[in-house]
């Protein structure tokens, strides 16, 4: 049994198993759920087992399969290569774990051996067996989209759950002092400076599901000189939100600790030379709260004399509203009370000023336990009230910066993540399809070399519609998108689309509409990405039939509405609020969550809109509108 929700890869795995003439292939399903009933069903020998499926995944599924049909062994066949998600397979009870990179050739034999030999161990990976004279475009294009990994700027690694550097790029070897090889299979704890509690830390709180992302900070371990980083650690999810493997970024932030150190010791000698220099105004007070003396401090900052202010109550100081409270007297009972007493808040000179002042209020006993008075010192501390408010606000600011790039992290580590996922089904596919036409060809019956052609188309469109989305999204982001202005006209539009949509989903129930003579003016291409992104979202995530028409705006008729709908379940009320945003994503899974964020950006450039219209009140029947002005010609006519 084959079972993957990828067709165009049943597809190329069945047609090898047949030419082979070693295997017969009973049946096949797309879902985890459908695994475990034709287990029931067939109970065959072997069952090769996708990881990552809708509804539910091979992890899942395969206790459930081995409990239905305790003699099947179950192949897990997986796009994910890392040595963790192996070790789970194999202790839930897989026979194997075989990668979807591994040759076809070579999957009959292992798939055979596992049947004739018992279980057989992880694939070891040494490197991609290429042979020169087999090396394509195709193979081009794949190596090409690795090094967006190998060739970031910035320090990346995949991590197992168990914290093993399995693959690593030489940003990250050149911020840890290391050659690339030396850091694959090294515990990631051991480059911590001796911080591992710190990675075992991060690994229980994504495990456990606390965090979605944990940020730690530590020192190189050998680094000279010394080095501290600061590591963003995001687990890769399968369809039913469980770590797969660790998605591990560094970033170095030696300078920036370096001057927050130095800054921190500018402040404290700032602060010491502000306490030992900064002039108190020390004076005595009776029991009752009189004056009794005096200093040159006092003086200064309150601005009396000793002549002046000798006798009077020390309530002067104190604005009126609390004079009338009776707040001085009240600190006096405090201070009495607990041995001192010590507050900040505006005083009154002399001249009316105020000024916000450091008070510390001491009761005075004599050798025999007598009160006899109070001790009062007061610094003037206005000056450094305006500084600490000034760096509250600073605070303030640098902590919303914090955010943002904690936030940029976050959405980049999800983002490559998934558009690693997203390449390697076709990329697969193209690569398995062109080794099996080149070596096989004559082999292949009609029908299945029009399947794995087919195979092939659709996974290239699906390449291409993703590079489309990443340019325009990239575009869109550095606000550098050229528009090609003409007068478009929206039936043809989306009859465009519709057949493109029909060629890419073959029997796919698409029906487009629309009233004539709509013309709007704008960049045909733009304008047709982003119908062709709505239709493909309503594909991937609705029901059939889809439907797309236009018609002039009921409310505005110089506008124009372009509606899809499907008679899918609609959108969750939680998802609607980010339905646009850069990289969301829904429970279905699959995408990048770029293609929504593009159709309200090239909307907007058109100085139109993208909204979502939910249905009726059980939730069904929502659509996505595309609103755009009419052109002024077909507006006046």
Known sequence: MIVDDAADVRTLVRSRLRLSGRLEVVGEGSTGVEAVDAARRHRPDLLLLDVSMPEMDGLVALPLILDVSP???VAMYSGFSEDGLAHRAVALGAAAFLEKSTPLERLVDQLVALLDAGPVAPVERSGPEVDERDRTVLHEHQERFRE???DAAIGMATVTLAGQVVRANAALAALLGRRVESLVGLPYADLTGGRADLVADALAQILDGRSRVVQLEHDVTGATP???VMATVAPVLDSNGRPLYLFWQVQDVTAQRAAEEELRRSEARFRLLVENVEDYAIFMLSPEGLVESWNAGAQRIKGYTASEIVGRHFRTFYPPEVQEARHPEHELELALRDGHYEEEGWRVRKDGGRFWANVLITAVHDQTGRHIGFAKITRDNTERREMLEGREAAAGALAEANAQLQQAAEDQAHFLAVTAHELRTPVGVLAGTAEMLAAHADELDAEERH??????????ARL??????????SRLQASALELDVETVDVGALLDTAAAAARRAHPGAEIEATAEPGLLVEGDRDRLGQAVDNLVANALRHGSPPVLVWARAAGTDPDTVEIEVRDAGPGVSEEMRERLFDRFATGRS???TGL????????ARSHDGEATYRPGGADGTGGSFVLTLPRSGADALG
Not at 451 to 460: D, F, H, I, P, R
Not at 464 to 473: E, I, N, P, Q
Not at 595 to 602: D, E, H, S
């Open 589 to 591: 899974g699959g995408g």
């Open 464 to 473: 291409r519609r993703l590079l489309a989305d990443l340019l325009t999204a």
């Open 71 to 73: 003699g099947t062994r």
């Open 148 to 150: 967006v990994f190998d």
């Open 595 to 602: 293609g929504l964020y593009i159709v309200r950006q090239l």
């Open 451 to 460: 399947e794995l052609l087919e195979g092939m188309g659709s996974s290239a």
């Open 226 to 228: 010394p080095r501290r």
